[in-house]
C-alpha cells in the first residue's frame, strides 16, 4: 500500500454492505468486534454509533495529523515531514482528491505581494513565497508561465490610489516593478488601454492543483501517508495521550498532535476542539467569465483594475491560463452553502448559521451598495461587460461565455470586520492544548503556501515544545 493509498479497517464486505434492518446484523458486528478487540458490545443502537471507542487502540496511530489536504496543508505536512523524519505524520481530507476546495477553484495566478500592508504577514510571506515557489517548480519540473502583470488606472483618482500602491509594492521589496505610462503600456498590453499602470514583469501563473499533487508526492516520499474520503467529524481523549480523530463513515485515527489547515470548514474544525466560533467563516462565491478563444489573443498577461481599498477582493481582471484560455473576473458574491459555486448550490444550514451571524449582517448593511452591483452583476453580464471595456474597448458581449467559479473562506468577526491577515488558535481542555488551527489563511494562500508552511511548522514547534 502507498502512501496516497486511503486506510481502511479491514471489515468483511458481505458485513459492511448488510442492508437488513432487525437484530441479525449488529449481532454479526458484536461477534466481529469481539475477535478483534476482545469485547462485547450489545446488540443496540447507540452502542454501534458511539464511534466505538474501545477500537481506538486499534486503529492507526501518528505522531502528528495534519487536516486538510488544500495547498496549504498539503505543504504544511510537506514541511513537517521533512524537517521531523523521525515523526510518523499523516493527513486526512474530506475529499476523494486532494484540491478539490479553493486550491482547484483558484485562477492560478502566482501573486508577488503588490497590495499588502508592509510590514504584515501576507506582505512577507507573499514575497518569500513567490520566490520558494518558482524554485520549487524549476526544481520539480513543474510548467509554469512568468507572463507578468499590469494593474492599470483608466482616471486620474485611478493614478493616485496607484502612485500609492507603488510605493508600498516598493517599501515590501516587489521585483523589477515599476510605473509606466500609456505609450509604455501599449508596447507591454497592445490591446488595453490606461492612463498609467504598474508593471510586474514576474507575476506568473500555474495549475496550483498540480503544485499541491507534487507536494503531496515530496510527503509521502518522506514517509508521510494521506487519508482521503476521511471527513472529520470529532476529536476524543485517547489512550497513551493521543487524540481520537473520528471520520463520519466510523473510521478513527489517533494521533498525539493535530494541525488543522480546513480552509472553508477551519471555524467548524477549530469550534469541535473546543475553540471559540469567531472568526467565523462566510462563503463568497466569484464568478468568472472566459473570453472567447477567437479573442484569447488580445491579452498577453494579467490584467487588473485599481483596487478599491474598502473591500479585500482584487476586482474584475484578465487572467490568462495554463491550458491557454483566458478567465475574466471574478466578482464577489454571498454564497449559499460553504461549497456555493452556483447559485443552485444551497444548504439550508449554512444558510441560516450565515444569516444568523451578526457580522455578516452588519457588513451586508454597511456595504449594501457595493454587494448589490456585485449581484447585478452576476447575473447580467452586459454589466459586467462594461466594467471590461474600461481596459479592452474591443470586447463585445458574445466575447465573454459563462465559466467556472469558486469560492473563498472570509473569515470575520462579530463586529463584520474581515481578518486581513492569518489567524491562529488552539483549543480547550487537554485535548485542545494538543492542537493548533490556522484559522484564516488569507489570498494569496497559494502563492505563499510554501513560505506559509514554514511558519506553520516553526509555531507547532513553539506550540509543542518540539525540539529539532
Request: include cysteine; proline fraction near 5%; hydrophobic fraction near 40%.
Given at each position: 500500500?502507498t502512501?496516497?493509498e486511503?486506510w ?9 454492505e ?5 437484530v441479525?446484523?449488529w ?10 478487540v476482545?469485547?462485547?458490545l ?22 502528528l ?7 496549504v ?23 476523494p ?9 483558484n485562477s492560478g ?16 510571506l ?47 521589496g ?15 498590453e497592445p ?28 510527503f ?22 493521543n ?15 493535530i ?27 466569484g464568478?468568472?467569465l ?12 494579467n ?9 479585500p ?20 458574491v ?8 452556483s ?14 451571524f451578526?457580522?455578516l449582517?452588519?457588513?451586508?448593511v ?5 454587494g448589490a ?13 462594461k ?14 461565455q ?42 494569496p494562500?497559494?502563492t ?18 518540539w525540539?529539532?
Amino acid at each position: 500500500m502507498t502512501g496516497l493509498e486511503r486506510w481502511s479497517p479491514s471489515v468483511p464486505k458481505a458485513l459492511l454492505e448488510r442492508t437488513v434492518v432487525g437484530v441479525a446484523p449488529w449481532r454479526i458486528l458484536s461477534s466481529y468486534v469481539k475477535l478483534l478487540v476482545g469485547v462485547s458490545l450489545k446488540a443496540q443502537d447507540h452502542v454501534i454509533t458511539a464511534h466505538l471507542p474501545s477500537l481506538q487502540r486499534h486503529a492507526p496511530s501518528y505522531d502528528l495529523l495534519v487536516v486538510g489536504g488544500g495547498i496549504v496543508g498539503m505543504a504544511t505536512a510537506r514541511e513537517l515531514a521533512l524537517r521531523y523524519p523521525e515523526m510518523s505524520i499523516a493527513l486526512v481530507e474530506k475529499e476523494p482528491r486532494l484540491a478539490m476546495g479553493q486550491t482547484g477553484h483558484n485562477s492560478g495566478v502566482i501573486h508577488m505581494g503588490l497590495y499588502y500592508t508592509p510590514g504584515s504577514l501576507k506582505a512577507r510571506l507573499c514575497v518569500r513565497g513567490a520566490d520558494l515557489i518558482y524554485q520549487y517548480m524549476d526544481k520539480r519540473g513543474i510548467p509554469y508561465n512568468k507572463c507578468g502583470k499590469v494593474i492599470v488606472a483608466t482616471d486620474d483618482d485611478e493614478v493616485n490610489r496607484l502612485r500609492a500602491l507603488y510605493t508600498r509594492a516598493l517599501v515590501n521589496g516587489c521585483k523589477d516593478i515599476r510605473l509606466v505610462n500609456a505609450e509604455e503600456l501599449k508596447s507591454i498590453e497592445p490591446h488595453c488601454v490606461g492612463k498609467m499602470a504598474i508593471h510586474s514583469p514576474h507575476t506568473g501563473i500555474v495549475d496550483w492543483s498540480r503544485v499541491t499533487r507534487a507536494y503531496a508526492e515530496d510527503f509521502t516520499k518522506a514517509g508521510g501517508r494521506i487519508h482521503t474520503s476521511y471527513e472529520v467529524c470529532g476529536f476524543d481523549k485517547a489512550e497513551e495521550d493521543n487524540i481520537a480523530v473520528q471520520a463520519k463513515n466510523g473510521e478513527t485515527l489517533r494521533a498525539k498532535w493535530i494541525i488543522s489547515c480546513c480552509g472553508l470548514y477551519s471555524d467548524r474544525v477549530a469550534m469541535m476542539s473546543g475553540s471559540p466560533a469567531e472568526p467565523k467563516v462566510v462563503p463568497i462565491r466569484g464568478e468568472y467569465l472566459v473570453l472567447d478563444s477567437s479573442k484569447c489573443h488580445l491579452v498577453k498577461g494579467n490584467i487588473y483594475p485599481v483596487p478599491n481599498p474598502q473591500f479585500p477582493f482584487l476586482g474584475v481582471h484578465f487572467t490568462p491560463r495554463m491550458d491557454g484560455s483566458v478567465w475574466v473576473g471574478p466578482n464577489a458574491v454571498l454564497a449559499f452553502s460553504r461549497e456555493g459555486y452556483s447559485y443552485t448550490d444551497i444548504s439550508w444550514t449554512d444558510l441560516k448559521e450565515m444569516l444568523c451571524f451578526s457580522g455578516l449582517r452588519k457588513l451586508m448593511v454597511k456595504h449594501w451598495q457595493f454587494g448589490a452591483g456585485e449581484m447585478w452583476r452576476s447575473l447580467n453580464r452586459r454589466a459586467q461587460l462594461k466594467r471590461v471595456k474600461k481596459f479592452i474597448p474591443g470586447l463585445t458581449l458574445s466575447d465573454l461565455q459563462p465559466g467556472p467559479s469558486g469560492v473563498r473562506a472570509m473569515a470575520m468577526d462579530s463586529t463584520g470586520s474581515m481578518m486581513g491577515d492569518f489567524v491562529f488558535d488552539q483549543g480547550q481542555g487537554e485535548v485542545g492544548q494538543r492542537m493548533l488551527h490556522v484559522r484564516n489563511a488569507p489570498s494569496p494562500g497559494a502563492t505563499s503556501s510554501l513560505a506559509i508552511a514554514e511558519m506553520v511548522a516553526d509555531k507547532a514547534a513553539n506550540t509543542f515544545k518540539w525540539t529539532t
